[in-house]
Nanobody
Framework: QVQLVESGGRLVQAGGSLGLSCAASGRTFGSYVMGWFRQAPGKEREFVAA????????IYRDSLKGRFTVSRDNAKNAVYLQMNSLNPEDTGVYCCAGSLKGAMSLSPSDYNTWGQGTQVTVSS
C-alpha cells in the first residue's frame, strides 16, 4: 500500500489561507480514494474532504463547503487541501488517508492507510 506524508501545516492568522500537501509513495496511488481528516485537541477526528480516484468527484464536510478545496495530481502522486478564510476552529492536526474500498467515504474506518499528520494552528 502507499505511504503518505503530509506537509504545509503552520501557524496562520484568522482569515488567512493555507495549502496542505500529501505526498504518496507507491505505484497504486491512482487506485485510492483520498481523504483529509482533522483532529483538534480534546476532540474526535472528523472528516474534512475526500476525492475520488480520478479527481472528478469531491465531497466535503458541510460546514467547510466553500472554504476548503481538495484536489489531486495522480501524475505527481499527491493530494492537496486548500483552506481559505481560516478561523481558530480550524486548528488541529490534518491527516490525509487513502481508501481502496472504491467508494467515497466520510468514515475513518474505511481508510486503510494514513499519514502522520501536519499541525495547523489558526490564531485569532
Amino acid at each position: 500500500q502507499v505511504q503518505l506524508v503530509e506537509s504545509g501545516g503552520r501557524l496562520v492568522q484568522a482569515g488567512g489561507s493555507l495549502g496542505l500537501s500529501c505526498a504518496a509513495s507507491g505505484r497504486t496511488f491512482g487506485s485510492y480514494v483520498m481523504g483529509w481528516f482533522r483532529q483538534a485537541p480534546g476532540k474526535e477526528r472528523e472528516f474534512v474532504a475526500a476525492i475520488n480516484q480520478n479527481g472528478y468527484t469531491t465531497i466535503y464536510r458541510d460546514s467547510l463547503k466553500g472554504r476548503f478545496t481538495v484536489s489531486r495530481d495522480n501524475a505527481k502522486n499527491a493530494v492537496y487541501l486548500q483552506m481559505n478564510s481560516l478561523n481558530p476552529e480550524d486548528t488541529g492536526v490534518y491527516c490525509c488517508a487513502g481508501s481502496l474500498k472504491g467508494a467515497m467515504s466520510l468514515s475513518p474506518s474505511d481508510y486503510n492507510t494514513w499519514g502522520q499528520g501536519t499541525q495547523v494552528t489558526v490564531s485569532s
